[in-house]
């Protein structure tokens, strides 16, 4: 089946740092990737969706200017947490999907762990 | 399985037995629906999913029903194993929404031996 990595699979950053998580699609090309955010004991939002070579929509609530997305390419999609503090601990997770079709499935990365001190 | 604030529910079987987990969900415009299961510390691993033209589809040990009229989507996992614990998610989009997957508040299931 299809991969969707993601790095790092851990950081540890001090509160003012930014920070910047990789996804990657390992056997496919991903028209479109979608950043979650998942705190302890919650499910998954949804943060934005990044379609290649175009801006990135963001959910209601999500600053723009603080979570970064960059899709330029078809395998490689970017999340930079601008000016991190503790608040935005929590697991990032990226999904790939190929192509806009409604049976284009998305495949999941295994998450990324951010901790801010 | 809904959620009250930080607390997931809690499902627990005894090996062998089958297992249902319940999800209400929001949109009646919803038109695709995924079940997702979520090991600790890592991302969501597809189960199985089904449309809204259909009320029912089978798996491998997995059946998910769909019940329009009350927005309610069932799992159920038959012959439930220790390895099948973890945290079960439903997801649901519609495709006048660009297919953004809109998930569950989770049910984490415990599988006694």
Known sequence: ?117 | GESVGLHLPTLSVQEGDNSIINCAYSNSASDYFIWYKQESGKGPQFIIDIRSNMDKRQGQRVTVLLNKTVKHLSLQIAATQPGDSAVYFCAESFSGGYNKLIFGAGTRLAVHP
């Open chain 1, 1 to 117: 089946g299809a991969v969707v990595s993601q790095h790092p699979s851990w950081v540890i950053c001090k509160s003012g740092t930014s920070v910047k998580i990789e996804c990657r699609s390992l056997d496919f090309q991903a028209t479109t990737m979608f950043w979650y955010r998942q705190f302890p004991k919650q499910s998954l939002m949804l943060m934005a969706t990044s379609n290649e070579g175009s801006k990135a929509t963001y959910e209601q609530g999500v600053e723009k200017d603080k979570f970064l997305i960059n899709h330029a390419s078809l395998t490689l999609s970017t999340l930079t947490v601008t000016s991190a503090h503790p608040e935005d601990s929590s697991f990032y997770i990226c999904s790939a999907r190929q192509g806009n079709s409604p049976n284009n499935e998305q495949f999941f990365g295994p998450g990324t762990r951010l901790t801010v001190l």
